[in-house]
C-alpha cells in the first residue's frame, strides 16, 4: 500500500512538472488571475487550457496541436494562453469553465468573463487553425 500512495504521489508530481514545463516552454500563464489580468490590458481573449495528468488526448493535442509552429505563433500573437491541470489546479480558475472530458479549451472574453467559445477534446492543427481564427471574429464582433 505504501509503494502505491508512493507512485501516485511521483505520479503526480511528474505532472505537475510536466505542465509547468509545458506552459513555460509555450509562453502560457499557469495564474489565471494573472492571465485575465494581462488580457484586459492588451484586449485579447484568454484561451483556457484545461488537461489532466492522466489524459493521453491531452498531451496528444499538446504536442501535435499546440506545439505546431503556426498554431503557437496564432495563439501567442492574438491570445493570452493559460493551462491548468482539472484537478489540481482546482479552485483556481472559475469553476463554470470546467469539463468532464479533456482536453477542454476555454475561449474567454477578459472585459465580462463571458464564453468567447470552446473546444473539447483532441483537435488536429488544421482543425484548431479554424478554431482560432473562428475564435477571433466572435470577440472582434462582440466589442462592436
Same mark, same amino acid.
Given at each position: 500500500?505504501? &509503494? ?6 511521483? *505520479? ?22 494573472? %492571465?485575465?489580468?494581462? %488580457?484586459?490590458?492588451?484586449?485579447? @481573449? ?8 492522466? *489524459? @493521453?488526448? *491531452? ?14 505563433? $496564432? ?11 482539472? &484537478? ?5 480558475? @472559475? ?14 472574453? @477578459?472585459?465580462? &468573463? ?15 487553425? $479554424? ?14
Amino acid at each position: 500500500m505504501k &509503494n502505491i500512495i508512493l507512485t501516485l504521489l511521483l *505520479c503526480t508530481s511528474i505532472f505537475a512538472l510536466h505542465i509547468d514545463e509545458f506552459a513555460s516552454h509555450m509562453g502560457y500563464q499557469r495564474d489565471y488571475a494573472k %492571465a485575465l489580468s494581462i %488580457a484586459k490590458k492588451e484586449n485579447k @481573449p484568454l484561451m483556457l487550457v484545461i488537461g489532466t495528468d492522466y *489524459c @493521453p488526448w *491531452c498531451r496528444k493535442f499538446e504536442r501535435k496541436t499546440l506545439k505546431y509552429i503556426k498554431v503557437a505563433i $496564432e495563439v501567442n500573437k492574438n491570445f493570452i494562453p493559460i493551462v491548468v491541470d482539472k &484537478n489540481r489546479d482546482k479552485g483556481t480558475f @472559475p469553476s463554470q469553465y470546467s469539463s468532464p472530458i479533456t482536453p477542454a479549451v476555454f475561449f474567454i472574453n @477578459p472585459n465580462d &468573463n463571458s464564453l468567447v467559445g470552446k473546444s473539447v477534446g483532441y483537435i488536429r492543427k488544421k482543425d484548431y487553425l $479554424e478554431k482560432l481564427e473562428s475564435i477571433l471574429f466572435s470577440f472582434s464582433q462582440k466589442g462592436k
